[in-house]
Each structure stands twice: as C-alpha cells, then as structure tokens.
C-alpha cells in the first residue's frame, strides 16, 4: 500500500493516485515490474482482463469510464448521453432504464424521433413517425379522442379526418358502426319528429341513406304498440262510439284486415255497465234486483249466467227482493213488522237473528202469546192491557204502571199497593161502596169519620158522607144554618198525593 510520499510521487508520472486508485497494490497495474508503457485510459486496463471491464448487459457507449463513474467508488456513477453509443431503446427497454410505457402510442423504437436527451418530457411530434393508427394515440387518454358527443365510428379516425387539420371532415355513412338512431337522435343529427310513429330506432328499417324520403313500410317494424299511431292523429284511432278500452289495438284487432275483430273481455279498462246498458249490449233486465251497475260483482265474462251472489252489491231494502216473489220473504207465521230484514238478520246467516223492538208493529200479545213468545203465565195477573203498560222492552222487572183512568186519580201516594185495592187478581174490581161512584166515597165511604167535618155552627152540624163524596172538594164551615157567610174556608184538604189521609 503507498505511503503518502509514493502517492505525491506517482504524481509526476502524470497519474495521480487519486480516489480507489490509492489503495490499488502497484503490480496490479505494473505487471512484471514494468513501469513504461502503462496505459492511462480507463477502458486499456479496465477491459476485463487487467482490471473488470464492462460486462456483457452494459449498455453500448465509449470506454471512457470517468465520463460516468467516479474514482471514488465503481458504483458511484453520473450519466450522460453523450458517452452513450447505441440507439435510446438499447437501453430505454423498460428493463436497463424506463422504456416506453403501457400507455405509450405506437411508435417506432427511436425515441430520439420525439425526446431529447436534455429533456424526457419535452416532445417535438411528427405524425409520419407514428407506427400505429389514430386512434392508437388518439384514445381520450394518450391524445384527444372522440367527445362523448361523437357519433359511433370504427376508430380509423382517418376515414374522416385528417392530420393537418382535424376539423376537416369527410362523412360518409359507411365509416358509422351503430345503428342510424346514434346520430339521427335530434340532437347530433335531425332524428324522428314528435309525430314520428312509434318505431324501433334502426331507421334503415324504412329509409335508405341515399334518400331519407325514400320509405318502405312494414307493420313489423314497428316497437310501439298500435295506439302510438292509431291515435286518430297520426292514423285511424278508435271512433267516438268506440267502446272503453286499453289502447292496445292488437289485443282485437290485426294488421292484415282492420274489420277482422276478435273480442276479449280482458281488454275492456271501464266497467261492464258502460256497454252492458241496454244500448250498446244487453244490460239489466226490468225484473233485475236493485243493485249498483257493477256487474261483474255478480257475474263472469265466461258465462253470463253463472252468477255468485254478494248482498253488498245490492241497492234496494231487503223486501224489495225478499218479498216472497223474487226471493223468500216474511212467512205467514212471522210477526208483525214494519223493520227491514236486516234490521233484525245478516246476509251471512238467516238464523240465529237479532231483535229489535222498535220495528214491531203488533201488539206486544202478538208475540207474547206463550207459543210465538214468552206469554203471561197462570198465575199473572188478570187484564186486558198490552205488556207495554207495565213491562218495558229494555228490561222485563221491574214492573211499572200508572193509572190512566178517571176512576183511580193520580198515583195516591206511594204508599198505596196494588193489593189494598185489587183484593182479588183482577184488573177489575167492584165498588166498596158503589152508589158513591166514581168519587172517592165509593171506596173510602167506610173511612169517613163526620167529627172533623163541621158543616155550620148556630146549632153545630156536620157533613154527610154523601155531601163529602169528593174528598178532594171543599168544606167550609159557615156561621149558621144559612150557609151564606163562610167562617173557614177549607180547600182539597185531602189530596190523592199525600202520604197521609188526614
């Protein structure tokens, strides 16, 4: 190893030790102790024998190793093309240094054709050098392709531009690859009119490019169903007199002969009753249930006869079918009513029904006669009244009566049971004492007691039972036997609402 005064001493020679050269042992350079003739340039020893050379990937350039590598260190290089001797892509293979990328438009391998050395992305372009077609570049990514507006096309962009001037174009429908509707749109190219049929969009179906009004026309073609021209604008739609239906002609119509109708139900949209109306086809008969004009709430399209039966679409009462004629109605042993049937049964089930005695019009006997209904039994008491005058329909106890007649005034206090008058189980009773009839001495005559009853003084009298017959009259008590001047007047001192005789 050199000291440092063999280091400043090779230094005459005019090669400096300098860098990895220092530490380098002399007979490796010096062979065989010969010091004359020792090459000074890098590639004369560095050449794979005397000292490692470039190896076999390295890429072609001159062999002047300092122009990219350092003295320091072997691996410690700097670049520059200009030692380079072979073509970019000798090296800009995407393997020894970034080659073209995926991306990349076709082109030939020469890249100094559009780079430069001095500056990778700074690309002077020449159409003649591209290898590819347009669209290989021009693919909205690597350069501007076709808009989103563009017509579809093969990508042979040339068919219609060209490179000196894109704006140029040559149209022909040939070089178009989708359907004329691409473009006859109304908004790239005029397209169907807002009175065009309905169609499919494949306008070559009927028009030719060498004469749009050129048509041929075919029923086939046609995408829309019949209305979207037989609207009575375009074609021939449904007259006035047409009946309700969906717009789709075929389902009764056919495109070979227009009169030839074959007719479903199906294809009806209004109800029944809008033919079924006695005018345009047979509707309800003068006989018919009153019901609402739904006719198929009771009947089929598949047989007008086969009839399911639903209450809810009748209109009319219960009698007005239910009247024995058209339907079973009330039976001779039925009580006596003014109520609708419903008013008492359900559609769903005749029986068991529910009562309501306010539609009765009979006599409550009528019914409660002990066979039709509960009736009196032995041992009730003996009348002619109806039940309503004592029982009450909302419930049968307890009993309540009032006397309407003449003969039994007001309702003589509570105090006064039935009994102490109706001694037997009769409604009626014979006067106690009858010849005071219908006053109240006929029964209270027993009761009267003539020390109260002082009739005039000067001398002192009293009334008699038949003078006092009213006990709810008056008794005044005068001064003499004239009974002209009134000492006391006394008024209905007896009332049949006091609690108490006297």
Do not use: Y
């Given at each position: 190893m050199p000291d440092l005064a063999e280091v400043e001493e090779h230094l005459k020679t005019g090669f400096p030790l300098e860098g990895a050269h220092r530490f380098v042992e002399c007979e490796d350079c010096h062979?065989?102790?010969?010091?004359?003739?020792?090459?000074?340039?890098?590639?004369?020893c560095h050449n794979g024998v005397s000292a490692p050379g470039k190896p076999p990937d390295h890429f072609l350039s001159q062999n002047n190793c300092s122009d990219c590598h350092a003295l320091q260190s072997w691996t410690q290089v700097r670049f520059d093309h200009f030692s380079a001797t072979g073509t970019c892509m000798s090296c800009h293979d995407g393997r020894r240094a970034t080659g073209k990328s995926p991306?990349?438009?076709?082109?030939?391998?020469?890249?100094?054709?559009?780079?430069?050395?001095?500056?990778?992305?700074?690309?002077?372009?020449?159409?003649?050098?591209?290898?590819?077609?347009?669209?290989?570049?021009?693919?909205?990514?690597?350069?501007?392709?076709?808009?989103?507006l563009h017509m579809p096309t093969t990508?042979?962009?040339?068919?219609?531009?060209?490179?000196?001037?894109?704006?140029?174009?040559?149209?022909?429908?040939?070089?178009?690859?989708?359907?004329?509707?691409?473009?006859?749109?109304?908004?790239?190219a005029p397209g169907k009119t807002p009175t065009h049929i309905a169609s499919s969009n494949t306008c070559d179906d009927c028009h030719v490019t060498s004469n749009w009004a050129n048509v041929s026309f075919d029923h086939a073609s046609v995408t829309g169903n019949c209305f979207s021209c037989h609207n009575g604008a375009t074609a021939v739609g449904k007259p006035a007199t047409h009946m309700p239906t969906t717009n789709i002609c075929e389902d009764c119509h056919l495109t070979?002969?227009?009169?030839?109708?074959?007719?479903?139900?199906?294809?009806?949209?209004?109800?029944?009753?809008?033919?079924?109306?006695?005018?345009?086809?047979?509707?309800?008969h003068a006989t018919h249930i009153a019901s609402v004009n739904m006719c198929d709430d009771c009947h089929v399209t598949s047989s007008w006869t086969n009839v399911r039966f639903d209450h809810g679409a009748v209109t009319g009462s219960c009698s007005s079918c239910h009247n024995g004629t058209t339907a079973t109605g009330k039976g001779p042993l039925h009580i006596a009513t003014t109520g609708e049937c419903d008013a008492c049964h359900t559609t769903l089930a005749w029986i068991p029904a529910t009562f309501d005695h306010d539609t009765i019009t009979g006599s409550?006997?009528?019914?409660?006669?002990?066979?039709?209904?509960?009736?009196?039994?032995?041992?009730?008491?003996?009348?002619?009244?109806?039940?309503?005058?004592?029982?009450?329909?909302?419930?049968?106890?307890?009993?309540?009566?009032?006397?309407t007649s003449p003969s039994y005034p007001g309702d003589h206090g509570s105090g006064v049971g039935c009994t102490d008058c109706h001694t037997t189980n009769s409604q009626t009773i014979a006067w106690q004492f009858g010849a005071y009839q219908p006053d109240c001495a006929a029964c209270h005559a027993g009761d009267y007691r003539s020390d109260p009853h002082k009739k005039h003084e000067n001398p002192d009298v009293r009334y008699t039972v038949a003078e006092l017959r009213d006990c709810t009259g008056s008794c005044h008590i005068y001064t003499d036997s004239s009974l002209t001047t009134i000492k006391e007047r006394r008024n209905s001192n007896h009332r049949v609402s006091d609690r108490d005789w006297d």
């Open positions: 062979m065989n102790g010969v010091f004359e003739g020792t090459p000074r340039q890098c590639g004369l991306t990349h438009i076709q082109s030939s391998n020469n890249c100094g054709d559009c780079h430069s050395t001095v500056g990778w992305s700074a690309v002077r372009f020449d159409h003649s050098g591209v290898a590819g077609n347009c669209v290989s570049c021009h693919n909205g990514t690597t350069a501007q392709g076709k808009s989103a990508n042979i962009c040339e068919d219609c531009h060209r490179t000196t001037s894109w704006l140029i174009v040559r149209f022909d429908h040939a070089a178009a690859t989708a359907s004329c509707f691409t473009c006859h749109n109304g908004t790239t070979s002969t227009w009169t030839s109708i074959r007719f479903d139900h199906a294809a009806t949209t209004a109800s029944c009753f809008t033919c079924h109306n006695g005018t345009t086809a047979a509707g309800k409550c006997s009528s019914c409660h006669n002990g066979s039709t209904a509960t009736g009196k039994p032995p041992s009730h008491f003996v009348t002619s009244l109806q039940c309503g005058d004592c029982h009450r329909t909302t419930a049968w106890l307890p009993i309540l009566f009032s006397h």
